[in-house]
């Protein structure tokens, strides 16, 4: 359908090369125009920056950041449908209409027990304990949703076709939704995905790159019976006994496993006190491999320790699998067409205040004092299999449809990830000119591909001959796995009462640091 589709819009163009040039500026002019009209709105962009880093939400918990999103969206155009693939938190936005489709993904969520004033070059919580944006997932959104709004205005001024839509990223710290929203068919008219990350460098790549591994990320339940520890522990089942056999076993086993696989447990329930025998306890997994069918028998390995475990206890075994991911494996064409529009755009000037703050925190955390990087990557071919990494789920839309994963420059290099520290920049001038880049990034590739049916139909002859010829896509997830939405809401309704207070108003303070009360950079003496 898709192709039929393509090849009538070919001949179109084909034939009417007049009328096409006639009625659209050229792709360059569009190009300097959406450049320009992105930097009218670095205000606009910054507030969104600012407003979803002070919201904090953990995944799944997105609530006030999607409703904040979906506003504007609606504000200026778009169509939004809530809910999808069953996650309430989810959503996507479409406007236009016709080939291509492109579609957009960032992710909304942020990491436990981060929060963190920004512009501040040391460990100084908005709340203690409560969640923060530790690895600037509040920024995604900003870029892309600055870029959509640019590119629905030149769509509409100068009547170009084509579909745009967005979509949140939920629960990416849980690698939890893009499994299930590739299952409910969100990305069956993708002609091209254009995701973006935060980063402390402006770049893309392409092929199985970023982060080599995949995972299955679930949690087993160990049920027993409960009795006397003193009086009678010989009625008792152990459910915690189980749960650490399990773990005593696959510690063993480690020592025998591929050097690829990368494997961590946490204890999620261990029981309640010394003397009740604990009749429920509960571990949780990630395993992670190179490729499906290893990540697949590493799954499998650990369901029969579970099961084996069982069989020690006299307990028995549920389990939930609460995310997967399979590796990436972006587009080589679209990568190519975004890394010249990344040399093009090139870094953002930094202050003499951005590199105060990011050489201050690198010199805080003992990191190396480098400041911020100031020439944008070349473009990343795959890496070697012995370069690990984490996963993000991004990846299996890139074996549905071309898809690029684009980092955009808008936080501060070698920092731990995943906390406190990488939330520091992003709510200050870096995040806010690292995502006006990023916008800009995501804005010409959209453009490159809207204007050039032949652009789209080389990205599917890669994606179907070359991306996808030997290994195809298998879900991670069984038919009857469904998302864990429940996850995080303990956690994020403990907190929200005081998060509330600190949320940015931008109709009384410019940036949330002003709003706060921050001196930029805030740094020790
Ligand atoms: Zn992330």
Redesign the pocket.
């Known amino acids: 359908m898709r192709h039929c589709k393509m090849l009538l819009l070919s001949l179109v163009v084909l034939l009417a090369p007049q009328v096409w040039s006639q009625q659209k500026p050229m792709l360059e002019d569009l190009k300097k125009e959406a450049m320009q009209e992105i930097d009218r709105r670095q205000a606009f962009t910054q507030q969104m920056v600012d407003q979803i880093f002070s919201y904090a939400e953990l995944g799944f918990q997105e609530y006030e950041t999607s409703r904040y999103v979906t506003g504007i969206l609606e504000k200026n155009g778009f169509k939004v449908e809530r809910g999808i693939a069953g996650i309430p938190t989810a959503w996507v936005a479409t406007y236009g209409s016709g080939m291509p489709v492109i579609d957009f993904m960032a992710?909304l969520d942020c990491i436990p027990r981060a929060s963190q004033k920004p512009g501040v070059a040391y460990h100084d919580p908005i709340v203690e304990g409560a969640p923060g944006h530790g690895?600037?997932?509040n920024a995604g959104e900003a870029v892309n949703v600055t870029a959509a709004l640019v590119l629905r205005e030149l769509m509409e001024k100068y009547k170009i076709a084509g579909t745009l839509k967005v979509f949140p990223?939920v629960a990416?710290?849980l690698v939890g939704t893009k499994a299930f929203y590739v299952r409910a068919g969100l990305f069956k008219d993708a002609d091209i995905v254009l995701g973006a990350?935060?980063d402390d460098s402006f770049g893309t790549e392409y092929g199985q790159s970023f982060a080599p591994q995949g995972l299955v990320s679930v949690q087993y339940f160990f049920h027993g019976k409960a009795a006397h520890a003193a009086m009678a522990p010989w009625d008792g089942r152990s459910a915690l006994d189980a749960v650490e056999l399990m773990d005593t076993g696959w510690n063993f086993r480690r020592e025998h496993l591929r050097l690829q696989q990368r494997s961590h447990y946490v204890i999620i329930n261990g029981g309640d006190q010394p003397n009740v025998v604990p009749s429920e306890a509960a571990v949780w997994y990630f395993f992670r491999e190179l490729d499906y069918p290893h990540i697949k028998d590493l799954y499998d390995l650990g369901n029969t320790m579970a099961q084996a475990a069982t069989m020690m206890t006299g307990t028995t075994v549920t389990r939930r699998l609460v995310g997967s991911a399979w590796p990436p494996n972006f587009s080589r064409v679209v990568a190519e067409a975004q890394q010249k529009n990344i040399e093009r755009i090139g870094m953002p000037t930094w202050s003499e205040a951005d590199v105060t703050l990011a050489q201050a925190l690198q010199k805080e955390i003992g990191a190396k004092v480098d400041g911020l990087k100031t020439k944008v990557d070349a473009l990343k071919p795959p890496s070697p299999a012995t370069e690990m990494g984490g996963s993000?789920d991004i990846a299996d839309i890139s074996w549905v449809a071309p898809t690029v994963y684009l980092r955009y420059p808008a936080n501060i290099p070698n920092l731990p990830g995943h906390s406190w520290a990488n939330g520091v920049a992003m709510a200050t001038p870096i995040a806010h000119k690292g995502t006006t880049a990023g916008a800009k990034a995501q804005a010409l590739t959209a453009l490159d591909f809207l204007l050039s049916p032949e652009l789209v139909k080389q990205a599917w002859n890669y994606f179907n001959n070359v991306q996808t010829k030997d290994l195809k896509y298998t879900p991670l997830i069984a038919p009857d796995d469904q998302p864990a939405i429940e996850l995080n809401k303990e956690k994020m309704e403990k907190f929200l009462p005081e998060l509330r207070k600190y949320y940015y108003d931008p109709t009384r303070y410019k940036t949330y640091m002003e709003q706060l009360g921050i001196q930029y950079p805030t740094v020790r003496k």
Do not use: F, T, Y
Request: glycine fraction near 20%; proline fraction near 0%; charged fraction near 50%.
């Open positions: 992710d690895e600037g997932h990223g990416e710290e990350h935060v993000d």
